[in-house]
């Protein structure tokens, strides 16, 4: 039995293979690499009730991961996730069998830990001493944090606008932080520049393939927590598609395996209105998407005008026969309020897309009452103060207790 089964990688544009050895970024095609396992072998010397003892984090699917040696693991406890079941709040929109798989308690707030995780142990056992990436925040403070633990050096280039919770999150961790007066595409220039002049490797999202690995494990996770089957539906909050990439992965590979049926989740890819070019792509038909213009949400994980890994994306809602649907501003907000209300749970405005979603995919009959459906919610609301606005009185100490609210009642 090996620590894992990975075997190569491949592009899945062109089809070229490359080793498992090589320090590798994108194809000389420009598309994303995938791993790739021995699934065969590992079919024959590994069942899947072999993980059920393991340590509830996501190294318990250690065969599917590309960390060759357990030494080279860098961990915080990451993984194995609450699925938890939104009775009031499924009720409330008709489909009672809700669930809400909550990345907000994973290390860092948010499931940039997962990809940041897997990606910063790969780096280790690679050799690799200094890694840089642009970025809108989150996965800049879970790469600069696990970087630190791993004992690599992390140069981490994010826009001014970011928000400060995760500028300090780098800055905490000893990385080397600079801000750019621009955009996170303005912020890529600037480490395109620093690849050429050092022997730094790139950890932009998609440009180094095991970030994809981690994502996956969320995939795993589901499949053992609803005991090796698929649910109907899962909802996705996707930005550079870099989950849905890794769960459609993790189904197909856990499939081969024959450790679930023939049954694939249907795959939703949820944006937002001010930043939807996998919706348009989607509703054309499209294999790849088109560069988003002036794109602007107030969820910024999700704030991604054209991804690398679209034609991943678009290619795991076809084949899932999924669907993919942009959600305002507004409408996630107040449903981030409600689902605090209501069901205790002060989600990411990301995450909160995929409940409005839920609802309006059930009034249109798509999702049917009674299916499975998992909304996807991937951090905490912690990350976002500023997205919750607070009237509330202040009281004289003589003064009597008012009544401002008494909760949502259902
Ligand atoms: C990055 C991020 C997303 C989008 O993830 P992708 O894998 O890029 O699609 C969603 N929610 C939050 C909170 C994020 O930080
Ligand atoms: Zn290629």
Same mark, same amino acid.
Request: net charge negative; hydrophobic share 30%; glycine share 14%.
């Given at each position: 039995m090996s620590y894992s089964y990975v075997s190569h990688l491949h592009c899945p544009k062109c089809q070229k293979k490359y080793s498992k050895e090589e320090k590798l970024?994108?194809?000389?095609?420009g598309a994303p690499l995938l791993v790739d396992y021995d699934l065969k072998t590992l079919s024959q010397e590994v069942e !899947?009730?072999?993980?059920?003892?393991?340590? &509830?984090?996501?190294? !318990?699917?250690h065969e599917l991961l &590309?960390?060759? =040696? &357990? =030494?080279n693991v860098v961990t915080l /406890?990451?993984?194995? $996730?609450p699925l938890l079941s939104m009775e009031k709040a499924g009720r409330k929109m008709g489909i009672p069998k809700l669930f809400m798989k909550d990345e907000g308690v994973i290390p860092t707030g948010t499931f940039k830990a997962r990809g940041a995780a897997v990606g910063v142990s790969k780096a280790k056992e690679l050799g690799i001493e200094n890694l840089v990436m642009p970025t809108n925040g989150n996965a800049g403070a879970a790469w600069s944090l696990y970087a630190a633990r791993g004992g690599i050096k992390a140069s981490i280039v994010m826009p001014v606008d970011a928000p400060e919770i995760t500028r300090k999150e780098v800055a905490v961790s000893g990385a080397n932080l600079n801000l750019v007066n621009g955009l996170i595409s303005d912020a890529g220039k600037i480490v395109g520049r620093a690849v050429q002049k050092y022997d730094f490797f790139d950890v932009s999202t998609l440009k180094e393939p095991y970030r994809i690995e981690g994502k996956k494990t969320m995939g795993l996770e589901i499949a053992e927590q609803f005991n090796w089957k698929a649910p109907d539906v899962i909802l996705y909050p996707a930005g550079g598609g870099v989950g849905i990439i890794g769960i459609y992965k993790a189904f197909l590979e856990l499939q081969e395996l024959g450790w679930i049926g023939e049954k694939l989740p249907r795959l939703v890819a949820v944006q937002a209105e001010g930043c939807a070019p996998i919706v348009q792509a989607w509703k054309e038909n499209k294999k790849e998407s088109e560069f988003w213009e002036n794109s602007k949400t107030i969820?910024? /994980?999700?704030?991604? &005008?054209?991804?690398?890994?679209d034609f991943l994306v678009l290619e795991a809602l076809y084949s899932t026969k999924g669907c993919a649907i942009a959600i305002d501003d507004a409408s996630l907000l107040k449903e981030q309020e409600q689902l605090a209300a209501l069901e205790g749970c002060f989600i990411c405005p990301e995450g909160a897309s995929t409940f409005v979603a839920a609802r309006r995919l059930r009034e249109s009959g798509w999702?049917?009452?009674d299916e499975t459906v998992v909304a996807l919610n $991937? /951090? $905490?609301?912690l990350k976002y103060p500023n997205t919750v606005q607070v009237e509330v009185p202040t009281l004289e100490p003589e003064e009597e207790l008012q009544w401002v609210s008494d909760g949502v009642k259902v």
């Open positions: 970024q994108l194809c000389s095609c !899947r009730k072999d993980v059920i003892g393991r340590n &509830p984090d996501l190294w !318990r699917y &590309p960390v060759e =040696d &357990p =030494d /406890g990451e993984g194995m $996730t969820a910024f /994980g999700i704030n991604v &005008p054209k991804a690398l890994g999702i049917k009452e $991937t /951090g $905490t609301g």
